[in-house]
Every structure is written in C-alpha cells, then in structure tokens.
C-alpha cells in the first residue's frame, strides 16, 4: 500500500472506494459523530440534534463529463444528487450550499446556463441555495468546472440504509441505469443516443408521500455502482440477504440495447432519480401505490425482497429459472459519470 496511487476505479463507488474510505480516511479522521449517525456509519448522510430536532448533512461532489448531457446537466445534477442523500435518511431537505470549482477559460454563458439548471431544480423542491463559494484554477488544473454540494435536512424519523428486515419488500421508485447508460452511450457516440435521457431529478416529494404512509425500514439512492452495489451495502450491513426476480427489474429497453452495446451491467450503473426502499409487506401495496401517484415514482415496482437466508449476499432469479449472485462492481465501467 505505501507506493500505491490514485486510480479512477477508487471514485467509483465500488469496492476499492470504499477500501479507501475504510483504510484511509475513517482511519486518519478521529472526531467522526456528532448525533447518531456518523461519518463511519458510511451512510447517504449524517445526523446531529439542535434543540430537540434531528438535523440530517449530506455533502456531494459532481464531476460529470459532459457537464451538459440528454436529459440534465452538472448544474441539475448537484443539487438533485444532494436533496437525493437528504431524502433517503427520511429528511425534507431545508438548504443547500454549493461551491463551484472553474477552470481558467471556462465560458461564462456557461456558468450562467448552470446557475439558471441549480435553480429551476433547487425551485422544483422549494430547498434555497443560501450559501456558496467560486474558486478558479488555470488551465489545464481541472476539466471545466467541478460542483460540491452540500445540504442539511430534517428527519422525523431517520431512516437509514441499514435498517433491512426479512420479508420486507425491496420497491425502486423507477427504471435502472437510465442515468449511467445514457451519460455512457453519449460519451461513445451511440446512435439510439436521442431515446438515451438521464433520469437526473430531485425526489424527495415521492419520498414524502412514502414516507407518511410509512413502513419503510430502509432507504438507497442507488447511485454510483448502481442498484448492485447499493443492495449489497443494505444487505451487508443489516446481516440480511436480498433477494431480486429479474423478471420485475423496471429496465427501458433502449437502456437495456445500449447496455449490450457498451458490455455494462445496467444494475451496475448509476442513478440520479430513483430510490431502492425496503418496506413492510403490510404496507407494500400502499406505498407501491402513493408513489406511484407521483412525478418520479410512476413506475415503481417491487424487485425483490429481504430474506434470512444467503446472509448479506444479493441474489438474483433469472429469467430462465437460474440464480446469480449480484455482486458490488469492484471498480467502474463508467467514471466520472455524476
Ligand atoms: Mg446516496
């Protein structure tokens, strides 16, 4: 390990990241917690308690290449991926502060372009952007522009991503890998690119409404590394297994063709717009149901569910009646992808 370098796979939400987030960064930091959950507990955000009221913070830098791409662009993409992390701990996002990194020669109209995409997006939820920063680098420094986010929340009660219990239902609010998929095939030039959209979007009002008919035990944004890698740090940290039917994964077919062209896994790719929530069976069909009713979650559906068996392992029904093992990518078949 001493010589060891940087390499893009450590961004990618896999295995190494979180490798180096264990032996590096939670190891050199001592002061980790400052409510129930922490830092290491290495979930979408963390909780602190001011007179009485559970606050929930969540930081997110963006990166994406191309800043602007179908269906969103890095501007849209901060301020969703933020309110995303408030909404799976259960918290209705209350503000957002966000620090733009420019590269010297970075075109202003640009910059304007993605201020006005921070905005409508931050409107669409009602959570203001009251704080920010703006640093330049010279040329050659960064690529274009980098965006971190950072946000704070209100949760009563905090759900977090550890929460899994058998016999819960596993719900995704949405189809997988449109995000990943349609960022990826852009960047290679593929031609069903015009039907390709990011599915980048802010979605803590179909949170809500699940959330007030409640039984949810756990939530996941399935960001980088997809619905597999988010299924296995739920299974894995709740001691449970999951198990998926393939035949209900929610999967555009032009996602699914680009998938097969690029040779990527879409349940290993990243999503802006959805959630994975675990749900008590009582409550399932409700929720299934309220989501449903909203912008984001009209097709909802459930996936899988928890089971006590194949513990923290995730394990997927074929079509063809077999079983595979869903794994968590070790590295990334996609950088810089949010
Ligand atoms: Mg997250």
Not at 2 to 26: D, Q, T, Y
Not at 310 to 320: K, N, Q
Request: net charge neutral; hydrophobic share 45%.
């Amino acid at each position: 390990m001493p010589n060891e370098k940087i390499s893009l796979a450590h961004g990618a939400g896999g295995a190494l990241m979180m490798r180096l987030i264990k032996e590096i960064v939670l190891k050199e930091l001592s002061l980790k917690r400052a409510g129930k959950i922490g830092l290491d507990e290495l979930d979408d955000g963390a909780t602190f308690t001011v007179g009485g009221k559970t606050l929930v913070l969540t930081t997110d830098g963006h990166t994406v290449n191309p800043i602007f791409f179908p269906g969103g662009d890095i501007g849209r993409l901060a301020v969703a991926g933020t309110v995303n992390d408030l909404a799976v701990m259960g918290a209705r996002p209350l503000a957002i502060a966000c620090a733009v990194v420019l590269e010297e020669g970075f075109p202003v109209e640009a910059l304007r372009k993605i201020c006005r995409s921070i905005d409508a997006t931050s409107k669409e939820v009602g959570v203001p952007v009251i704080a920010g920063d703006t640093k330049v680098m010279e040329r050659g420094a960064l690529d274009k522009v980098i965006i971190t986010t950072t946000g704070v929340g209100v949760a009563n009660p905090i759900i977090s991503d550890s929460g899994l219990k058998p016999g819960d239902k596993i719900i995704i609010t949405g189809t997988i890998g449109d995000h990943g998929v349609a960022i990826l095939a852009h960047r290679e030039g593929i031609d069903i690119e015009a039907n390709l959209r990011s599915d980048v979007a802010p979605i803590w009002r179909t949170i809500e409404v699940a959330l007030k008919v409640g039984g949810i035990t756990a939530m996941k944004d399935p960001t980088r590394g997809g619905v597999a890698a988010a299924l296995n740090e739920m299974a894995s940290k709740a001691k449970v297994g999951v198990a998926l039917d393939e035949a209900k994964l929610p999967i555009n077919p032009t996602v699914r063709g680009a998938s097969e062209m690029l040779g990527i896994d879409p349940l290993q790719i990243t999503n802006e717009g959805k959630a994975i929530l675990a749900v008590k069976p009582d409550y399932c069909k409700k929720v299934l149901r309220t989501v449903r009713k909203t912008k984001y979650g009209k097709e909802a559906c459930v996936i899988g569910e928890v089971t006590s068996d194949r513990i923290c392992e995730v394990v997927m029904e074929t079509m063809v009646g077999g079983h595979r093992v869903i794994e968590s990518p070790i590295g990334d078949p996609a950088p810089r992808i949010c």
